[in-house]
T-cell receptor, first 116, second 113 residues
Framework: DVKVTQSSRYLVKRTGEKVFLECVQD?????MFWYRQDPGLGLRLIYFSYDVKMKEKGDIPEGYSVSREKKERFSLILESASTNQTSMYLC???????????????FGPGTRLTVL | ELKVEQNPLFLSMQEGKNYTIYCNYSTTSDRLYWYRQDPGKSLESLFV???NGAVKQEGRLMASLDTKARLSTLHITAAVHDLSATYFC?????????????WGAGTKLIIKP
């Protein structure tokens, strides 16, 4: 079974703090993704990575950065947390196979971040 | 612009009834995914549809894909309360998509006893 874990289920931080959200997958997946989910807005891609040390901006990268130093770990960093970053953060991973691959994304349990 | 549209976005139905959720997309693709999300929880993969005409079934849920019409359906048969959740479809837009998926907005399904 694919397992994607996230460092915290719930997190409360103060405005201006630096926040680290960690995601680890144990299935040797090349691709990893960070999404945020807000009521009425669906899933929005923040950043993704298709290889170690590689990263690509998603739809809403502003205010976020990422780090992928090891294949299994993908970190999301909020340099200076703001109240509008209060959200559910979801990490996902997928295999990078050929055109016939399933390309299915597997999700972690999510981190509900509140910024006060 | 790549778009995935689900409808309805909200559905309240009685147990025992049948209903269909629709997922339309604007790009050529023959790979489509359905996910389920329970309140406060993460997304769980339900179905992976990899070709035109693909049909997958699990229990009271059946998903199908028509790539010519750019349409997938998720059919619920004789709904039960346990199927209450939000259902998302997602499309793999192309071979050079960098493996991103394009997501629908989700359909919140409430099944009343």
């Amino acid at each position: 079974d694919v397992k994607v874990t996230q460092s915290s289920r719930y997190l409360v931080k103060r405005t201006g703090e630096k926040v680290f959200l960690e995601c680890v997958q144990d299935m040797d997946h090349e691709n990893m993704f960070w999404y945020r989910q807000d009521p009425g807005l669906g899933l929005r891609l923040i950043y993704f990575s298709y290889d170690v040390k590689m990263k690509e901006k998603g739809d809403i990268p502003e205010g976020y950065s990422v780090s992928r130093e090891k294949k299994e770990r993908f970190s999301l960093i909020l340099e200076s947390a703001s109240t509008n970053q209060t959200s559910m953060y979801l990490c996902a991973s997928s295999l990078q196979l050929g055109p016939e691959s399933r390309n299915e994304q597997f999700f972690g349990p999510g981190t509900r971040l509140t910024v006060l | 612009e790549l778009k995935v549209e689900q409808n309805p976005l909200f559905l309240s139905m009685q147990e025992g009834k049948n209903y269909t959720i629709y997922c339309n997309y604007s790009t050529t693709s023959d790979r489509l995914y359905w996910y389920r999300q329970d309140p406060g929880k993460s997304l769980e993969s339900l179905f992976v549809l990899l070709s035109n005409g693909a049909v997958k079934q699990e229990g009271r849920l059946m998903a199908s894909l028509d790539t010519k019409a750019r349409l997938s359906t998720l059919h619920i048969t004789a709904a039960v309360h346990d199927l209450s959740a939000t259902y998302f479809c997602a499309v793999d837009p192309s071979l050079d998509s960098n493996y991103q998926l394009i997501w629908g907005a989700g359909t919140k399904l409430i099944i009343k006893p």
